[in-house]
């Protein structure tokens, strides 16, 4: 990980832009609450004070208008992913996805079943898969912090051409 801060007698520092905007944004995710089974419980308890989000910058949002990120916690049904493909289409860019346990990335026990989609993948863009069943909320902290490193590597002035 880059250094953001190169030290000189006078105490000043030399940072990349980008880098110091990304570090901004990383650190102030606002995730939506959004738990449809069993691992939304799951989902619930990394808010509390046992692992606590709040300490990474992760807020829960109940809005997807003023989320950035996604966490899809449990089954997906086929009438339900019309819903979650509105709620992304909602939120503003640049938006993140979790899919967390085997439900949301696969279809889990569940995958043979009419009603249940195999992998919320098919319906918008997951940038972290979370396996397990349910994933503890250590797992999800750790989810987090994959997509604050994601964010810091993103360009935030320039396009990538």
């Known amino acids: 990980m880059k250094s953001l801060v190169n030290h000189f007698e006078d105490g000043i520092i030399l940072t990349n832009v980008d880098?110091?905007?990304?570090?901004?944004?990383?650190?102030?995710?606002?995730?939506?609450?959004f738990g449809l089974a069993c691992c939304g419980i799951e989902m619930m308890q990394t808010g509390g004070p046992r692992t606590d989000l709040d300490r990474f910058g992760a807020v829960?949002?109940?809005?997807?208008?003023?989320?950035d990120l996604m966490i899809v916690a449990g089954t997906v049904t086929l009438k339900m992913a019309e819903r979650v493909k509105l709620l992304y289409?909602?939120?503003?860019?640049?938006?993140?996805?979790i899919s967390m346990g085997s439900c949301s990335n696969s279809g889990g026990l569940f995958q043979c079943g009419y009603s249940v989609l195999n992998g919320v993948d098919k319906?918008?863009?997951?940038d972290v898969y979370?396996?397990?069943?349910?994933?503890?909320?250590?797992?999800?902290?750790?989810?987090?912090?994959?997509?604050?490193?994601?964010?810091?590597?993103?360009p935030h002035l320039r396009k990538n051409v």
Do not use: N
């Open 123 to 126: 319906v918008i863009p997951v």
């Open 19 to 33: 880098y110091a905007l990304g570090l901004g944004r990383a650190h102030s995710l606002w995730y939506m609450l």
């Open 60 to 67: 829960p949002r109940a809005t997807p208008r003023q989320s």
């Open 130 to 154: 979370l396996p397990g069943c349910p994933p503890r909320p250590e797992a999800l902290a750790s989810a987090i912090i994959d997509v604050q490193k994601k964010v810091v590597r993103e």
């Open 89 to 97: 289409g909602q939120m503003a860019e640049p938006r993140y996805v």
